[in-house]
T-cell receptor, first 116, second 112 residues
Framework: ETGVTQTPRHLVMGMTNKKSLKCEQH?????MYWYKQSAKKPLELMFV???????ENNSVPSRFSPECPNSSHLFLHLHTLQPEDSALYLC???????????????FGPGTRLTVL | LAKTTQPISMDSYEGQEVNITCSHN???????ITWYQQFPSQGPRFIIQ???TKVTNEVASLFIPADRKSSTLSLPRVSLSDTAVYYC?????????????FGSGTQLTVLP
């Protein structure tokens, strides 16, 4: 148990559906992250939030829309996804981004997403 | 973008010492090197972090040469439960945006 929870753990959706992934951290951290992990590929950083403000968007398609209402919660809204978006989506948190290179990230268990 | 390079896979036997090396030629002056471990269907878990020379904790050691262009994760006396993917993480500058870069990961398989 890392203190970071993600729901749902598994999600199957059609290309026309709209769904949301939820992440919650109970560690008192101020930075939160979304990563995508596809089969046989490195972890890809998607979005970064620090004190609820988005600081990074790594050229992620607009069909992925993040939301960070407070420092403990992070959402990833999904719409009109493609089959190639099927992957494990991981949420992480860390203390803050003041010096993020030394800041340990704590990962949730991930949401396994399948787009049909 | 900074790039890290690790071996794709390694095999070892129980009780042996395992060394996994990561190359990170574009590491920035103030960046640390962090290693994570990931089991199937789980998020990565922090193992160890260092800046230079040697760092040791209860599960691993990290060796970093003076030029910091590489690092070596050392796992002493591995067991079957150490079978996992190991990632090398460095922060690196890319234009005006800082990027965190995970390596491709090394699949370590510990055999009985």
């Amino acid at each position: 148990e890392t203190g970071v929870t993600q729901t749902p753990r598994h999600l199957v959706m059609g290309m026309t559906n709209k769904k949301s992934l939820k992440c919650e951290q109970h560690l008192g951290h101020n930075a939160m992250y979304w990563y995508k992990q596809s089969a046989k590929k490195p972890l890809e950083l998607m979005f970064v939030y620090n004190f609820k403000e988005q600081t990074e968007n790594n050229s992620v398609p607009s069909r992925f829309s993040p939301e960070c209402p407070n420092s403990s919660h992070l959402f990833l809204h999904l719409h009109t996804l493609q089959p190639e978006d099927s992957a494990l989506y991981l949420c992480a948190s860390s203390q803050e981004l003041a010096n993020w290179s030394t800041d340990t990230q704590y990962f949730g268990p991930g949401t396994r997403l399948t787009v049909l | 973008l900074a790039k890290t390079t690790q071996p794709i896979s390694m095999d070892s036997y129980e009780g042996q010492e395992v060394n996994i090396t990561c190359s990170h030629n574009n590491i920035a002056t103030n960046d640390y090197i962090t290693w994570y471990q990931q089991f199937p269907s789980q998020g990565p878990r922090f193992i160890i972090q260092g800046y230079k020379t040697k760092v040791t904790n209860e599960v691993a050691s990290l060796f970093i040469p003076a030029d910091r262009k590489s690092s070596t994760l050392s796992l002493p006396r591995v067991s079957l439960s150490d079978t996992a993917v190991y990632y090398c993480l460095v922060g690196a500058l890319s234009g005006s945006a800082r990027q965190l870069t995970f390596g491709s990961g090394t699949q370590l398989t510990v055999l009985p």
